[in-house]
């Protein structure tokens, strides 16, 4: 084991001891170690004293320049995952994704240079930062919603659950994750109100249902609790909690049945949509979405058409109000 991987081990160590999110573990460890195996294969660099700026701005370079797929972290995948086959094989990589390594990279250097001190100087602080490509969101329209609301067979305990979870995760803009993890002690029909206690950031927040939700909710909580015994509000047939993957797939053959690209994340995209179209404000929307602060929130959800604008600002023109 090279110096660099020990550090890398080392500093997964010390990731998971701060109980970060699996996700971002493995972004870390991937990131990390195909720039470890760059620094050895391309400036026979293995020691973390050795990494100077200079190696960190070749990197950059050769990230636009090799290609999408073209290494593995472990090069015997490339016979399972057969990455060559891909449609996608060797386009350029993006912006965004050449940011999030960076990112890693730095998380990682500040680690050894203001953590373990194994470093006197930090090889990033020079290094410019990638600004991220911004993709717009894909937004659905009212009459596409309304098709795919209708689409599910609610005939079925499996139908009935996925149309239930549908319409709560666009009312309320949870993440798939946090429904599916739901108690029904979690929900307080009095307030309209659910408690979120696996937030992503780990920091219990509240979400907000509508009158219409409320009685959707009663009726499949009474339907579930004749046929399913369950501590979960939305389980499986056998009362186990629902995997994000199986509904998923579930909802993105109903998309298909209709001729809509969708996935649960679209949901929340669309209630943030919505929110600020009826006229909700962005602080209360940051709020509920679980975010950090209210330009995060208006960074992410700032895709409206055209006519969505001119419709909003027909609502209100300061002209018009002031002449009314």
């Known amino acids: 084991m090279t110096d660099v991987e020990f550090q890398i ?8 001891s701060k109980n970060l ?7 870390y460890e991937q990131s990390l170690k195909l720039f470890a195996q760059y620094l050895q294969r391309e400036h026979n660099v293995d020691e973390v004293k050795r990494i100077q700026s200079g190696h960190i701005r070749h990197y950059i370079k050769y990230l636009r320049e090799r290609g999408k797929y073209t290494v593995a ?16 094989y060797r386009k350029p990589i993006s912006s965004t994704t050449i940011a999030n390594y960076i990112r890693n990279i730095k998380v990682f250097f500040n680690y050894l240079h203001k953590v373990e001190r194994e470093i006197s100087k930090n090889p990033m602080e020079t290094i410019e930062t990638i600004k991220p490509e911004r993709k717009v969101k894909q937004t659905l329209t009212n009459q596409e919603i309304k098709q795919l609301l209708h689409a599910f067979d609610v005939s079925t305990l499996h139908g009935y659950r996925n149309a239930t979870i549908t319409r709560l995760l666009f009312d309320t803009g949870m993440r798939v994750n946090e429904c599916l993890s739901l108690l029904p002690e979690h929900i307080d029909f009095i307030h309209r109100s659910i408690l979120i206690t696996n937030a992503k950031n780990k920091q219990e927040r509240f979400v907000y249902f509508s009158p219409t939700m409320t009685n959707e909710l009663k009726r499949w ?7 399913v015994q369950s501590n979960f509000v939305f389980p499986t047939t056998k009362g186990t909690k629902l995997e994000v993957r199986n509904f998923e797939y579930a909802l993105r053959q109903v998309g298909q049945k209709i001729g809509v690209h969708i996935h649960p994340h679209l949901l929340r995209n669309n209630f943030a949509k919505y929110y600020i179209l009826n006229g909700g404000d962005w602080f209360t929307l940051s709020r509920i979405l679980g975010h950090s602060s209210v330009e995060v929130t208006q960074k992410a959800y700032l895709d409206f058409t055209d ?16 002449e009314g």
């Open 307 to 322: 006519e969505e604008i001119s419709k909003k600002y027909q609502k209100h023109s300061p002209l018009q109000h002031l």
């Open 73 to 88: 972290v472990k090069e015997s995948t490339k016979g399972i995952n057969y990455p060559d086959h891909r449609t996608d």
């Open 9 to 16: 081990d080392n500093f997964m160590l010390y990731c998971t």
């Open 21 to 27: 999110a699996k996700k971002t573990l493995a972004s």
């Open 221 to 227: 909580l009474q339907y579930k609790d004749r046929y």
